[in-house]
């Protein structure tokens, strides 16, 4: 079947259309609330360190319970856990908007809140990456995890957008009341949505050894092997630089803020053109796209590290954003339908743990190596790593590129 027509059948069912709209009403909130908490920290402060803190404090509790997370994503009954995750998010946000709009929000408050808020995020990450399995037949599900990365990377860019006209023409505590407003949307929506049946896990042994199983079924199935340790080693080498594009437009490129925004704009382009390509190269796709997607992004990569001029970064950065989101969905749709239906939460809360982990340290040490040396070398140096791992990895004998 075509992606058109497993876009078609995806639609025509009510609970799948229900949970798509109320999850991009919940994309934009995830989005618009980092713009108005970043805006917010530096309205109070005037300090980019404190900026900085705001936008990462969820980072830490995330990561804390993202594998307990992935052992309830694979226990739960779906919809009940969806819907205290949003009902848990809606009432942080609203907490955030009640109190600014009092004059109550403080910088500890603040990050408080935002803490909490990462607590939720651990739970709602492999949550709601597993719970697409109950909405789609196993055929059609390389299509919705490509229809899912459209969604966030559209949300990425409409987000801050929608954030930064409310603060301008009303000021941060409509901003985050609109925010709390979206993130209700997904909590209504889940009130109506019924997800199919599917296998759940049996609460026996200790988390330690459900995690464990998690984690065992990733090392010993050779295709789910070699394409996490192909994603792993991207997010650490080479995902860096999209963290490290505020430096690369302005030391690098002499172009500042404006430039910047045009290479973010690229990437996400890059993105969201790269949806549509693992959305139509189906099931028995997604490892080479994994493959050569991952390639191609170390080429743009490459761009981006040896040019200085503005137009030819541009370039790179939409090759590189578009080859790592392909590379970045096809890893992820090759996780779920290499894992079975109980251990989908456990896998992908690994996943999730790389996805945000793996960029953050990757920018502390690239950009730790660059201001001993320089950026453009140190990025070099994470290329150059990753080309040896990739032919390492593809060289590789007995590892199946199929899906089974």
Known sequence: MSASTHLRSLFGRRDFGLYTLGNCAGLLAQWMLKTTIAWLAWEMTGKSLWVGLAVTAEMVPTVLVGLYAGVIADRADMRRLLMRIQFSTVCIYSALAVMDLQGLLSIPIMLALLACNGVIVGFAQPASQAA????????????????????FNLARFAGPAIAGGLIAGFGSSVALTVTAFFAGLFFLSLLVVHFNAVPRLVATGSIFSQIAEGARHILTEPTVYFVFLLYATAAFLIRPISELLPELADAVLGGGAETLAWLSSA???????????????????????????TLLAVIGALVLALTSSPSVALFGAAVFGGALAAGGVASQTVLQLGSPAHLRGRVMSIHGIIFRVGPALGAVILGAVGDQLSLQRALLGGIAAMLLIWFWLVKRKGVRHDLR
């Open 132 to 151: 697409i399995t109950g909405l789609v037949d196993r055929e059609e599900l390389g299509t919705a995890i490509s229809l899912n990365s459209i969604l």
């Open 267 to 293: 990437m996400g382009f890059g993105a969201i053109i790269a949806g549509v390509i693992n959305m139509v190269s189906g099931e028995r796709g997604q490892v080479k796209l994994a493959v050569w997607g």
